[in-house]
């Protein structure tokens, strides 16, 4: 009977094996399907019962390895244009090159030619595979493939084994080698080509910069074998990528696709502003018509006077997503609005509430500086009227500008007034002419800008930002080809229009899936990892490479680190000791190799014969490089301001009542936090207008999630769920936790499923 299910099972491994099949033209799908049915059957209890069969498969599957991971080269499929006759033109061969891209020489040689065809050229066996709309490319590939006259004579010895194996069916190029003498004769193998990954050339001038710096020795030999032994490993951690299949990851690296517009239409008061929609070129029309003659003006000084005013006021500046303009946005009374012609911003900042609101905030703070005698509701007012004294308005008999001459109704049309163009015009000039008194032979300083015809064309040209370094840009993988043009590279299309037309592209399901893939890729190659907060929910990064904990709250952040000093220096220490015996153990131990009695990693369990090789493994190895991403994270764990705030973390309870861990202060809302976070003296790091916004609507979800499930983050590190009345255990964090059966089982019929994608809705 054993015997019987024993051949049964050898029958069964025989017909798995015989399925495997190494593609002459292979596609990536493929290969991965192939190495997973490989690795099926090599795990399969009977294989592993048999020891000769087993050394067998491994052999014949670390070949099928070396094969597609060697660069290759001699042997591809070729795309050519022929004619019955075949001149030479016609004959231009491009190595795999896409229809799309052929030339339009041979597009045009091709129409015009009698009884000419598109075909592809198969350069093994000389044989033209003819196109056909029908059928798909691959297939008409595949057959050629598998006729007789691509496939070569077979030419094996014996295999010795136990039982006797059914050999796969292989191609031409694993075929025509003998079995015993594969692993020595891969070279002479005809393989397909597989270009190396080159580094990118900004980033191998920075290295070499860092490299002269930090090698004893700073030659030039010297830095071209930094160089190339950097080369090497980069290019086999790319091989290594591009094997993994990312499809199962992409939830921790969404894209963004909500623009600050939908942020305010969902979490802030409605904009004042009525022109939201508006584009720069509709401001002007319908305006009533000016009595003074039009001149050039220097508007940079009045606009350095409103913007200082706003920054009194504690109002973040930052840029809008949608339009690339500047906008503002107030903690204190959590408004949002466009910058425009600052009519918006001017009357909220000069409103009660908004008073009323930011001195309630400074009052109850005292690690925020403002004022020291007078209350903070005076000293906002006094800094207002500071402001409009500046404009040239007085209040003393009812309200009367100095400069106009004019006098103003109410105070509710004060702000409209200051920012009219004869009031701007006339101010200018002053401000111009006082320039000039005191500097006569001075030149106009740079601050105050270019010469503007009128103040609407002086906010459409200044103060837009350059779009290689916005984020939206940059965390989906757009190239800004113009002003009114974007190139989505992952989509492979051009975005033509306003910026609106970019946000309808990347918050498509089409993009979001083509984006995620992009991402993990970029990450991956640059030893950087997708984590998850231990007390929030959402997502950050974190670099397995530099010693020191670098944990950032965006992709577009973390972009930003592959280039910075701290990285590049990271890598090249890590080149010198491999490539000098003198080591930097430090360096070693934060990678987790030890040197002691032997060198070894301490996390893969693996030894090496000598330093070089333990650099390469951890420069190429991407489960140790997930290991320290994951130590690592342990070791910090925290909330999404301790990954804001570089490592300082707020208490909370409920998501109700938050309290910053350095001053022991408590805050029941989270615009007091906010406000605290950005402007008290004792925070060495503080964080940028955009983080900051970012963080205020990752703070807006948290909450609500944090007060569903009854969370207490009552201690560094240790999170108390309320709902299961116990601290969570070991691997788990808030998200985690929320969809476990523990905690499901625990809400009952109030268990609200949690999307793992709604992380930091930004």
């Known amino acids: 009977m054993s015997e019987t299910k024993e051949s049964d099972g050898m029958e069964e491994i025989c017909r798995g094996v015989a399925e495997l099949s190494v593609l002459s033209f292979r596609k990536l799908d493929e290969v991965k399907r192939l190495a997973n049915h490989f690795r099926y059957v090599m795990n399969h ?24 991971l060697q660069e290759r080269e001699l042997v591809e499929v070729e795309f050519i244009f022929t004619t019955e006759k075949k001149s030479n033109l016609q004959r231009q061969r491009f190595n795999s090159l896409p229809v799309s891209e052929v030339p339009e020489l041979l597009k045009s040689e091709l129409l015009t030619s009698e009884n000419a065809k598109q075909v592809h050229i198969c350069t093994d066996c000389n044989v033209e595979i003819e196109l056909n709309d ?6 008409s590939l595949q057959k050629h493939f598998s006729l007789e006259v691509h496939m070569p004579k077979l030419k094996r010895v014996s295999i010795d084994v136990a039982e006797p194996v059914v050999l796969p069916k292989m191609s031409r190029r694993l075929s025509a080698m003998e079995s015993g003498e594969s692993a020595g004769n891969l070279d002479q193998i005809i393989q397909l080509v597989r270009p190396m990954e080159k580094l990118d050339k900004m980033f191998i001038g920075k290295l070499e910069t860092c490299l002269i710096k930090h090698l004893p020795d700073n030659s030039e030999a010297s830095i071209d074998a930094a160089i190339r032994f950097y080369q090497q490993s980069y290019h086999k951690l790319c091989q290594e990528i591009s094997a993994v299949d990312f499809s199962a990851l992409t939830s921790s690296v969404a894209p963004i696709i909500m623009s600050i517009k939908d942020n305010v239409n969902q979490n802030f008061s409605v904009d004042a502003n009525k022109n939201f929609e508006n584009d720069e070129s509709e401001q002007s029309v319908d305006r009533p018509i000016k009595s003074q003659v039009k ?7 009045i606009e350095n006077l409103i913007v200082k005013l706003l920054t009194n006021h504690k109002l973040l500046t930052l840029v809008d997503d949608r339009t690339g303009k500047l906008a503002f946005f107030c903690m204190s009374c959590e408004y949002y609005t466009l910058r425009f012609r600052y009519d918006s911003v001017l009357n909220h900042v000069f409103s009660e509430s908004h008073i009323h609101n930011l001195s309630c905030i400074l009052q109850s703070d005292k690690h925020i500086p403002f004022t020291e005698e007078a209350s903070p509701m005076q000293k906002i007012k006094e800094m207002n009227h500071k402001f409009l004294l500046n404009h040239g308005i007085t209040e003393r008999n009812g309200i009367d500008c100095n400069l106009c001459k004019s006098f103003i109704e109410s105070s509710d049309n004060i702000i409209m007034h200051i920012l009219d163009e004869n009031h701007l015009g006339r101010l200018s000039d002053k401000l111009y002419r006082k320039m000039k008194a005191n500097n006569p032979d001075g030149l106009v300083p ?14 459409a040209s ?67 990892r997708p984590a998850e907060y231990f007390a929030s929910f959402g997502n950050f990064y974190v670099c397995s490479l530099c010693p020191s904990y670098i944990a950032l709250p965006s992709f577009a952040a973390i972009v930003d680190h592959f280039d910075s000093p701290q990285h590049i220096e990271s890598v090249s220490k890590l080149i010198r000791t491999a490539l000098y015996p003198d080591t930097d153990t430090k360096l070693l131990e934060s990678s987790k190799i030890t040197i002691s009695d032997e060198i070894k990693c301490v996390i893969c369990e693996e030894s090496f014969p000598e330093i070089a090789e333990a650099v390469k493994h951890v420069l190429t190895n991407i489960n140790h490089q997930n290991s320290i991403v994951e130590s690592k994270t342990k070791a910090n764990k925290g909330d999404v301001i301790s990954v804001y705030m570089k490592g300082n973390y707020v208490l909370h309870n409920d998501g109700a009542t938050f309290k910053c861990v350095p001053c022991d202060s408590v805050f029941n809302s989270i615009r007091a936090l906010l406000a605290h976070l950005v402007y008290a003296e004792h925070f060495d790091y503080k964080p940028s207008a955009e983080n900051v916004f970012r963080f205020y609507l990752e703070m807006k979800h948290n909450v609500n999630m944090l007060a569903r499930n009854k969370y207490d983050y009552y201690q560094f590190g240790v999170l108390k769920c309320g709902v299961c009345d116990a601290d969570l255990e070991e691997g788990e964090n808030a998200k985690r936790h929320v969809v476990s059966a523990r905690h499901r089982e625990n809400m ?12 930091a809705v930004e």
């Not at 893939?517 to 991956?524: F, N």
């Open 295 to 301: 001149k050039f003006r220097y508007y940079g000084p």
């Open 45 to 68: 209890p009977i294989t592993q019962q048999n020891k000769v069969v087993l050394r067998y498969m491994k052999n014949l599957d670390d070949t099928h390895r070396k094969i597609f």
């Open 748 to 759: 009952g019929a109030s268990y609200v499923n949690v999307s793992l994608d709604a992380s």
């Open 446 to 459: 740079d601050e105050w800008g270019p010469k503007s015809l009128d103040w609407a064309r002086f906010l």
């Open 462 to 528: 200044v103060g837009k930002p350059l779009n290689s370094r916005d984020h939206v840009v940059i965390e989906n993988f757009v190239r800004p080809s113009s002003k009114i043009a974007n190139y989505c590279s992952c989509c492979d299309m051009t975005l033509k229009g306003p910026r609106q037309v970019l946000f309808n592209h990347i918050r498509q399901k089409k993009h979001l899936r083509n984006a995620a893939p992009h991402k993990l890729s970029l990450l991956y190659k640059n030893y950087c």
């Open 134 to 139: 029908e059928e798909p490319l691959m297939e």
